[in-house]
């Protein structure tokens, strides 16, 4: 049965009598610093596409965490969501920001941004710890540790809060399914997702026997911190935005809202959302973390365009263009007409996807208000153009190189070509030829 997010006398207390220290109320503060302490600014080798922590952590780190799994790690191919804690920790690390991606493929490493890091040791444990709360449930994604079956879009509150609003009073005993997981409403199987309740202190977890192959819990119980903070977003919070919903902000300029709405994929997250929420009973948060702008670059950006190894066009394009103009260069390169919709999709800096839409379309961002140069991009780092919601071309945009401003390289333009241009409608083509059969018959 669904819980009823009733705001009471005793969860007032509770939030104002807890101290937040490095293991109160959850040991988050604790664990995430051994994850800076491991990183650091120097930076480890990333793991895969999704640049995690290498799979050489575990053994590394597992002995040092509050919930040492001692996992035997059996498996042939052992992944970072074999430890949940860790793939929490890691999440938390994206999300903040303080983690950064440098360099592409086998050479990537994931370090720590310096400027972030001095901010974050400048912050006291309160101010850390909703900073945490915030970058987890505001701006993870499951993308951001490899995680193809959770959300892609919208923030992790309302997947959390609907476990929490399911979860039975007392405590529930885990039954496992045939396959042996097991699936809650909400969360589903994202586990880590669990860890993370229980790192912040949210909610108590029941850990399996040491040495068991596969991390699942054996027992869930709300605690009444837990209950307190959750019933406290239920209240304030809007759970698919985040964005606070008191009846000060619902007095707030409409056209605000929905800039805030529109932003929730953006690639500098704004902390302190949920300050005017909880600072009446945490005074201690008065500063947040401040993800710096990314500024403008200049120069000629050159991309190389590919449908396939043998068929690509490097195109250059200056700075101050915008992506509509880049996909007006791309068609021009293939020959293809500009009568569709399109979609471009890269990584942002936590990690996290976004999706830029054609003008014509409902949803934004728009790829007619953002220019090459802000551009989340590094050399050797590709995005995808979807081009044709019905044929469906899905062009690999690479970055290869930013030219100086001053080299005289015409741009735009197409500077190379290789590969004949595909007709774009084949398809037509040979329906047409066989109505021209149907009639000669």
């Known amino acids: 049965m669904m ?3 009733d705001w009471t006398h005793a969860m007032e207390t509770c939030l104002q009598s807890q101290v937040i220290t490095a293991d109160q109320p959850g040991p988050v503060l604790k664990d995430f610093g ?8 120097k930076g480890v080798k990333s793991a895969g596409k999704y640049h995690l922590l290498p799979i050489a952590c575990i053994p590394e780190l597992d002995p040092h965490l509050s919930r040492s799994l001692d996992l035997s790690l059996t498996l042939k191919r052992p992944q970072l969501r074999s430890h949940p804690y860790l793939q929490g920790l890691n999440l938390l690390l994206r999300a903040s920001g303080l983690g950064r991606v440098e360099g592409t493929g086998a050479k990537s490493r994931l370090s720590l941004d310096p400027a972030m890091l001095e901010q974050w040791n400048r912050l006291n444990p309160t101010e850390q710890y909703f900073n945490l709360l915030e970058a987890w449930l505001l701006y993870g994604r499951p993308i951001m540790v490899g995680d193809s079956n959770g959300r892609r879009r919208g923030s992790m509150l309302s997947s959390c809060m609907q476990t929490w609003l399911f979860l039975p009073e007392n405590s529930r005993q885990v039954e496992t399914r045939a396959n042996g997981f097991i699936e809650l409403i909400g969360i589903s199987e994202g586990y880590y997702q669990l860890a993370l309740m229980d790192l912040f202190g949210l909610m108590n977890v029941g850990q399996p026997p040491r040495g068991s192959e596969r991390w699942l819990p054996t027992s869930l119980k709300p605690n009444p911190f837990g209950d307190a903070v959750f019933t406290l977003l239920a209240i304030k919070v809007d759970p698919f935005s985040g964005n606070v919903v008191s009846d000060e902000e619902q007095e707030e300029d409409e056209a605000t809202e929905e800039e805030e709405a529109e932003g929730e994929d953006s690639d500098e ?33 050159l991309f190389r365009v590919s449908l396939a190894p043998t068929l690509w066009r490097r195109i250059a394009m200056p700075a101050d263009s915008t992506l509509d103009e880049l996909v007006g260069w791309i068609l021009r390169a293939m020959k293809f007409d500009s009568d569709h919709l399109y979609m471009f999709t890269y990584t942002d800096s936590m990690g996290s996807k976004v999706s830029v839409s054609s003008p014509e379309s409902d949803e934004g961002p728009w790829t007619d208000e953002i220019s090459i140069g802000r551009l989340p991009l590094e050399p050797g780092q590709s995005m995808e153009l979807l081009y044709d919601f019905g ?18 390289i015409k741009a735009p333009g197409i500077v190379e070509s290789h590969g004949a241009a595909p007709k774009q409608y084949s398809n037509w083509d040979d329906e047409d030829e066989d109505e021209d059969q149907d009639e000669g018959e």
């Open 269 to 301: 997250p704004e902390f302190g959302i949920w300050q005017s929420v909880f600072q009446p009973y945490f005074p201690e948060w008065q500063e947040s973390l401040v993800f710096p702008k990314r500024e403008a670059r200049e120069g000629t950006f």
């Open 34 to 41: 051994l994850i800076l302490d491991y990183v650091g600014t």
């Open 391 to 408: 044929d469906c071309w899905r062009f690999t945009v690479k970055l290869e190189k930013i030219e100086p401003p001053n080299v005289k």
């Open 3 to 5: 819980k009823t997010p």
